[in-house]
């Protein structure tokens, strides 16, 4: 399979807040590769995987990191190609701390910023997959079945009613 996506997190701790990314590109058959890489504490091993994965023709970055996040933000400083931040709540702050290290980006280095944790884990494979689709109708495809899909769920829940004396 060819790798379309890559996903770095900051931590092994962070592991299970991605885990709704990796499981949404593995559904929509994406191509990926998931690197833990820390832009404070290896920063090198972040240049290396960055390199390997643009070499490898990668069209989207996912970066998430809890604390001054600036995984996401390093990434974009050099990536060709869009990055998705995912800020990650794992410090005293829960997570404001991320959430505005990650979204804060200097003009002309965007990072797109999804919500902390789960949901902008899912978010951000949702995006993913929608940058992939410009130039892959099958991954396109894939993508508007599934939100057919979380639709119908959500129009098939029925009206609750009680009363009250
Ligand atoms: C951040 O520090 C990581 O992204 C993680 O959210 C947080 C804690 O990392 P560990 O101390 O668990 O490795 O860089």
Known sequence: MTIRAAI???SKSDAEQV?????????????????VAS????PDKVEQIMKD?????????ICAAGHAAHLAGVVA???PVPVIGIPIASSDLDGMDSILSTVMMPPGVPVATMA???????????LAAQIIGISDA??????????AHMGDQ?????TQVWEVD
């Open 8 to 10: 770095i997190m900051g």
């Open 19 to 35: 885990q709704p990314a990796v499981d949404l590109l593995k559904e929509l058959k994406i191509g990926c590769r998931v690197d």
């Open 39 to 42: 832009a404070h504490r290896t």
């Open 53 to 61: 994965a643009v070499e490898q023709g990668v069209q989207v970055f």
């Open 77 to 79: 400083a050099r990536s």
């Open 116 to 126: 902390l944790g789960k949901a902008g884990a899912k978010n951000a494979a949702v």
């Open 138 to 147: 099958s991954v396109a495809q894939r993508l508007s079945d599934w939100r």
């Open 154 to 158: 959500v129009a098939a829940e029925p």
